[in-house]
């Protein structure tokens, strides 16, 4: 097959991936910009599609679907294809002309034209209508620019019950109340900047996908989540039943108590305290949220048993600590989120060793977690004073 002189292979995976070629696409200080490209491509997001597909092939599918909705060149969806042992079939769909011809070209340059189709439609249209056609999707990913809300409920209404959706958000300043307004209007929910952003982005759109399925008498199961350092990604799993999603609501959905004047805060499902208990000043509310657990066990299990034949990816190391962190934290419930550096800095003590307080809260029977891409934060079911005695300890 010839490639036209604008066109480069990029290995990225098993993928022989066909690019615009970057060099053209360079800002004056020599970095790629990758929106200026014809058809969007971004290297850096490699750790997302990895951990895509490590987890895709842990989910325990058989001849199994796959639409990736918004796919610019059409990666995902060979990735999915040739990466995924139970993956039969992929769509791949980009309302852009010239994604789609991209995506028609990188299916045949990698030999898949018997496993991926390309489509060239909005990726709303294309989930109703391949739901009308009688499609069983097993896995719908949507990776957009920016908020992923625009195709978050079609998504829920065309994966097939029990099937998963994978959602990636950039919009993290609107998600984690930077943006408040814009936040609200995306999420419909009360938001405020706080001192744990990327924690409270991943709640307040797992709260969201929630009331989205729950409209239409679904719930949802989160299996796992991934932060980077532009984006957060979740991935969950939606079933059919009203009354479990009653159940899911009252159990799963409330808000998070905020006084940014000492760092206290908790989950909880009432909103009517006005005042902290610890310093008296002015308590805020965020949510509704998400706060029950963000991890199942057998899935991060199932996905660090199989790593070692996926150590051929660049971001193996990566996913292989990231999934050690989910693993512990899958054993506890929900997790207050807390920066231990700005709440070290309130308290007027030097920063701690985050081991330190980890160990500290362990020691006293807490549960207490890391997480990967927002280090200064650690997620713990301590109450606020034991966190402060570990605090001081451990600076
Ligand atoms: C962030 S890029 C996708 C990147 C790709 N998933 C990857 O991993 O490389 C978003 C893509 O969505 C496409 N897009 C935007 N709005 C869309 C819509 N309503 N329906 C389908 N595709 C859309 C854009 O043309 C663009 O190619
Ligand atoms: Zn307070």
């Known amino acids: 097959m010839t490639v036209p002189d604008e066109l480069v292979e990029f290995v990225e995976g098993r993928v022989k991936l066909l690019i615009y070629n970057p060099e053209r696409y360079r800002r004056s ?23 895509s597909i490590l987890i895709a092939a842990s989910l325990g599918f058989k001849d199994a679907t796959v639409l990736d909705a918004l796919s610019g060149t059409g990666v995902r969806a060979l990735r999915y294809c040739l990466e995924v042992p139970d993956v039969v079939k992929c769509y791949a769909n980009d309302v852009d002309s ?44 949507i990776d957009p620019y920016g908020s992923p809300a625009p ?41 405020t900047p706080t001192d744990v952003p990327k924690i409270l982005a991943l709640r307040v759109l ?7 399925a729950a409209e239409i008498d679904r719930y949802v199961e989160p299996a796992t989540y991934l932060l980077g350092n532009h984006f957060i990604r979740v991935l969950y799993r939606v079933k059919k039943g009203a009354t479990a999603a009653d159940a899911m609501l ?41 706060i029950d657990k963000l991890v199942n066990k057998e899935l991060v299990g199932r996905a660090r048993n199989i790593l070692p034949s996926y150590s051929y990816m660049t971001s193996a190391s990566r996913l292989s600590k990231i ?73």
């Open 250 to 290: 009252s159990k799963s959905l409330g808000f998070m108590k905020y006084c940014r004047y000492c760092g206290y805060r908790e989950f909880t499902y009432e909103t009517y305290e006005r005042v902290c208990k610890i310093c008296g000043n002015k308590l805020e509310y965020i949510g509704p949220l998400w």
């Open 29 to 51: 200080d020599g970095v790629y910009e990758p929106s200026w490209s014809p058809v969007f491509y971004n290297p850096v997001m490699v750790i997302n599609r990895d951990f």
């Open 323 to 395: 999934l050690e962190q989910q693993s512990v934290e899958a054993d506890a419930e929900a997790l207050v989120p807390y920066n231990v550096v700005q709440l070290s800095s309130r308290l007027r003590t030097s920063s701690p060793k985050i081991s330190k307080v980890i160990e500290c809260l362990r020691a006293a029977d807490y549960s207490a977690v890391r997480y990967y891409g927002e280090e200064a934060v650690i997620g713990t079911n301590a109450p606020y004073d034991s966190l402060v005695t570990c605090l001081k300890q451990g600076s």
């Open 98 to 141: 010239q994604a789609y011809e991209l995506i028609v070209r990188n299916i045949s340059h990698n030999n898949l034209e018997s496993k991926v189709i390309a489509l060239n439609e909005d990726a709303n249209i294309v989930m109703y209508s391949l739901k009308k056609s009688g499609v069983k999707l097993d896995l719908i990913d």
């Open 206 to 212: 797992m709260g969201y996908v929630a009331r989205i």
């Open 151 to 191: 195709f978050l409920r079609a998504a829920s209404w065309s994966v097939r019950n029990g099937g998963y959706i994978g959602a990636t958000a950039t919009d993290i300043a609107s998600l984690s109340g930077n943006k408040p307004w814009a936040g609200t209007r995306r999420y419909w929910c009360y938001l």
